[in-house]
Each structure stands twice: as C-alpha cells, then as structure tokens.
C-alpha cells in the first residue's frame, strides 16, 4: 500500500488541494496540547465576559435539553422574530448562524471570485484575512490610524476591481472606535455593487455618543450592507456558538444559500432569545468592562505605556521599543496569565489584555508591571 501521509506531519497527500486553502495555519498541525506547565489561573485571551451567560439564558438552554434529539428549525424563525423586534428591523432581514465567525466564512464564500479585491484595516480580525485569503481574493490592507480604521483611505483603496470593504467597529483587536461622520463618508464613496461589511462584535460595549448607527442605514433600505453581531462577547455564549447577519432580505436570502441548514443548535436559539430580554445581566457586564478599562488606563499609563483608546471588553497597548511582546506573553503565561501577542494580526510588539474579573485584573496588571520592570 502506498501511503501518502506521513503521521507525525500534515503536509504530505496525494489530493490535489487548493493552493488557497493550503496557505492557511492549520488549526490542527500544533503539536497535541500537552499539559501546559502551569495552569491557566486568569483566561485574559479571548475576550470572554467573565461575568459568565446570563441566568435567563441559561435556564432556557436547561429546559430545552430534553428534547435536543430533535433538529431545531431551520428557519430560525422565534429567534429571528425576537432580534427583529430587538432592532426594529423586519424578521427576513436577520440571519442567525453559528458564531458570526461563520458569517465571514460563508460571505467569503458567497460573494468573492479568485483575484477580486477585499479592502480591509492592516490590524484588524484574522478571519476576514484567513476566510478572503481561503477565496483566493487579493486583499488590500490598510494601516490603522491610531488603532481605528483609516476609512478614508480605505474608500481611497477601492478599485474597479473591488468587491467587498471589511470594517470592524470597534476594531478587534485594538479596541479602538471610528465615528459616525467618517462612516458616512465612507459609505458615500462606496459604490452600490460593493458589499460593506461592518462587523459590531463590541458594540454593545462602545461608549462614544457619535457611535455609527448602521441599523439605521439598514432600516433605510441599504442593500449592499450586511451588519454582524454576536453572542459571543457581552452575552456571555462563546462556546454556545450564536451570531447573526443584519441586512437587506435579497442579500440574506441569497447568502443564507451557503448555509448548513440546521447550523444553529437547538440551545443556541432559546438561550438567544431569552438573552435578549436581560438588561440587568446586559447594564451588569457593561459596568464591569468599563470598570476594568479605567483600571487598565490608569495602571498601564502609570507603567508608561500608551493604550489604544479601547470601547471593548479588552485592551491592546503597545510595549516599549525593543521589549519581545512573546516574551512577554511567555512570562506572564508562566504566571498562569493567558494574554496575546498581536504580531500574528499585524501588530507586532503590542499586547492585548482581555478583562477578567476585578481580581483577575489586579493579577494581570501586578505581573505585567513585575515582568517589564525585569526587562
Ligand atoms: C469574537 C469575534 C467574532 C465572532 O465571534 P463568534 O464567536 O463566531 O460569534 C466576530 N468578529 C470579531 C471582531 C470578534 O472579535
């Protein structure tokens, strides 16, 4: 027998593969997860909301257990109705999905040809890069300004052959924000056949009055505009796996065509309709991040470090010139601290700090001003 795969290695096989995909980091090929050496006492990486999911939630998913043998509907159709009254938008303009991280997967595929342009910050969520790049499509990365989108040079970056602009708003992972006036403009120098992305992870945390209002644009008949949102952050349901596209009827009718057809689970679609309904949990997390940012501002300027201006449940601050953002990421990990290096999302040298519980914070904060002051 011929064998084609070596076991110890990933990148042997006798089918023809994509040379798109092929280029992507594979998810698999890290050597299997041994015990890390010291346990993960605060998980500052991924920005969880440490208050947890909501109780509402929670108790809705609960009684739903006992009939998940049954395929929930594919239409989605309570859960959609609730987000639809939620935004004051019609029910056929929402499209629930698993984790809005399917939702850029499933526009990629939707909509980009091999060599079309995608117009994208240089800093700003890996997926649109891994997820256009797996298309084949020729990415243009524009640099952040400040850790916010630089809209109008992005507008400026739009070609002919330009088919979709990515924004995230707040900017994942530098938490920084754009407002209302620079979005319109850039809106206005979008032509109608290029889809607009706004991905509004975060928004539920932003706190500037001048905050884009890009529900509105939708409730006023913009078709090339698909708005994503998620419970993954302030809701409290990552590992759950629920998020939803806002958007023109046509645009969703035509990408929910790439969709698996049950891809929401069945505790997913109870848990995110009662979510909806829990302000306190909602005002409760709010009020813990924005607590956690002043406490991060205050004590890493006292560090002399320069934050991005954050509107998120994390932070991104830039360390002094010649200080290694892995090593630093290493010696904290050794201290039991989770917190990520952004090198691989093109910011080399800066760290970003998910916030955790006020204790898990102080944590963070003491062995990060111990670790730099033994630099
Ligand atoms: C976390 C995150 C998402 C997606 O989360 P899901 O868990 O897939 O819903 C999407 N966009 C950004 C910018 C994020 O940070």
Redesign the pocket.
Same mark, same amino acid.
């Given at each position: 027998m011929h064998l084609c795969m070596s076991f110890d290695r990933y990148e042997v096989s006798c089918m023809r593969q994509k040379p798109a995909i092929a280029a992507l980091r594979s998810m698999r090929s890290a050597p299997p997860a041994a015990a890390p050496a010291v346990p993960v006492v605060a998980r500052l990486s991924a920005?969880e909301n440490p208050l947890g999911p909501s109780p509402k939630a929670m108790a809705a998913a609960a009684a739903a257990i006992p009939t998940m043998h049954r395929y929930s509907d594919p239409n989605n159709t309570a859960l959609r109705t609730a987000l639809a009254a939620h935004f004051d938008l019609r029910p056929d303009m929402v499209l629930c999905a698993n &984790?809005?991280?399917?939702l850029?997967l499933l526009i990629a595929l939707a909509y980009l040809e091999p060599g079309d342009e995608v117009v994208m910050a240089d800093g700003t969520?890996v997926?649109y890069v891994m997820r256009t790049g797996m298309m084949a499509a020729t990415q243009k990365k524009i640099p952040l300004r400040n850790g916010a989108h630089d809209l109008a040079a992005m507008a400026a970056a739009i070609t002919p052959k330009t088919r979709m602009v990515l924004i995230?708003n707040p900017n994942?992972p530098t938490g920084a924000t754009n407002g209302a006036a620079e979005m319109h403009q850039l809106l206005a120098a979008v032509p109608d056949d290029v889809l607009i992305v706004v991905?509004e992870?975060?928004i539920e945390y932003a706190t500037r009055a001048d905050f884009p209002d890009m529900i509105s644009e939708l409730r006023g008949g913009r078709a090339n505009m698909i708005v $994503?949102r998620?419970?993954?952050?302030i809701y409290g349901m990552?590992g759950l796996? $629920? &998020?939803y596209a806002l958007g023109d009827p046509a645009v969703l009718d035509y990408l929910s065509k790439t969709r698996p057809v049950f891809d929401v689970n069945a505790l997913a679609a109870v848990a995110g309709i009662a979510a909806l309904s829990d302000t306190e949990h909602l005002e409760a997390s709010r009020a813990q991040a924005a607590e956690a940012r002043d406490l991060y501002v205050e004590r890493l300027t006292a560090m002399g470090l320069t934050p991005y201006p954050s509107e998120t449940n994390f932070i991104a601050v830039p360390l002094p010139a010649g200080v290694s953002d892995a090593a630093v990421v290493a010696a904290m990990a050794a201290r039991g601290i989770a917190i990520n290096a952004l090198g691989a999302w093109g910011l080399p040298g800066v760290l970003r700090i998910s916030f955790g519980t006020p204790a898990e914070n102080i944590l963070c904060l003491d062995a990060l001003r111990d670790i730099l002051a033994a630099q």
């Open positions: 920005n &984790g809005s991280d399917e850029i969520f997926s995230c994942n991905d992870a975060y $994503l998620t419970y993954a952050k990552a796996r $629920l &998020g």
